[in-house]
């Protein structure tokens, strides 16, 4: 597998103009004034690691590199505890701010999480174990830019390092083989085609799109790929690092009107914002719904159930043959060291472990996408390979751009509940933007 996001270093480069609101106390600079790579001469460490990798193929991959971890260095335990992206998100920065935090988090990129904690002092930053382990060399410029943080969490894509990550992501659809079958149709090479299979599946009875949107987040996915179509790339990097441009832009409403038009029409299923999304892939492989928006956090589970009737694609370009359209998508959500944390040391070299070339291999062998080229391993179902090959033509054809909930401290609150509101019919596009356009104002006007 190629090694990912090198495309990511232009859209970050100027990520330093970004910065949070006022608040929180200085950040803790301060790091271990002697560096030891040698586990085994900690003795006896319980090393305590926050995850949302709940999913069955995320869920497998972290209890066998924790397995093999620990039989690596049988003095090391490890205390697992693993919670839902929207519980991790919830719960983390209390947790960090209480006497007896994780030692190893999952802190998710931008203003929202790791900006923040990094301004709070909750999280320690890799630069003392560069020289031990060389984070920064093993990986992309792409990839450390977006897991890196300017002093007092003022500016995400530049300063230190904070985080590692194991895998890649990059939002697509998943698609049903049997059921296109049954309707006549083959997988969209347009975005036309696609807009059209949508239309003939609810003709037929058919959900065309499956989305459970209780969380509020998932959504955004939808809203990504749509403003993929209608805003462009360097549009959308610059409105998320905020470079210029506005949620209610003409081209960023269009987007919204697609979505609102989407669940009007009837292509979600009528209980879209009832239904927990990591639950998603035991309706879709029982045959709710034609198509899945998502990333390749599905695909373990999805191919567990549907073997090669399940299958992935970017979102279909304008024209047949023509450049990819836009979609979010970047490393998946990064290994931190805890500022609090009683065995740095040791939480170092289980970043180290999990960002190997071996765990690489368990990471593409359960079914995820790496981060990083695997050691030996290769993906081997069909949707496996789609994804690897979707992920190389992302990471060529730079068009990946980051998470639409980077933009400000409370954006993924903000704007996957207007997204709700949308889809539900309580808001138009237009004031659901001007809801999004209000916080993301008031963050720009205290940077």
Known sequence: MRKPLVVLTAVLVAASACAPGSGGSKPKTTAPSAVSTDVAKAGPVTLTVWDQEVLGGQNEQMNKLNAAFHAKYPNVTIKRVSRSFSDLEKTLRLALSGGNPPDVVEANQGYGIMAALVKAGALMPLDPYEQAYGFRKRFPAGLTQLNSVSAGGKAIGS????????????????????????????????????EQDLATAKSKGETPIYLANLEKFPGIHEFGVLLGQTTGKDKLRDLVFGRGGAWTDPSVV???????????????PSEVNAAKYNDSPAPFAKGEGVFLIGGPWFAADLQKKMGDKVRYLLPPPAQAGGAP?????????????????????????????????????VVTQTGGLAALPP?????????GRDLSAAWKTASDKDILVPYLDYSTTTFLDTLGGVLQEIIAGKKTAQQGMQDAQRDYAAFLAKR
């Open 254 to 268: 269009q987007a919204a009107q697609q979505l609102a038009d989407w669940a009007k029409k009837g292509y979600f």
């Open 375 to 383: 050691a030996s391993a290769q993906p081997t179902s069909a949707v």
């Open 325 to 361: 359209a836009a979609t979010l998508g970047g490393p998946g959500l990064p290994l931190a060291i805890t500022a609090k944390s009683k065995h740095p040391d040791v939480a170092a070299a289980y970043l180290n472990f999990m960002t190997s070339p071996q765990a690489m291999d």
């Open 159 to 194: 300063g230190s390092l904070y985080g590692v990550a194991m895998t890649g992501e990059a939002v697509g659809i998943y698609y049903n083989t049997d059921k296109l079958a049954k309707l006549g149709l083959k997988p969209p090479a347009t975005w036309a085609e696609f």
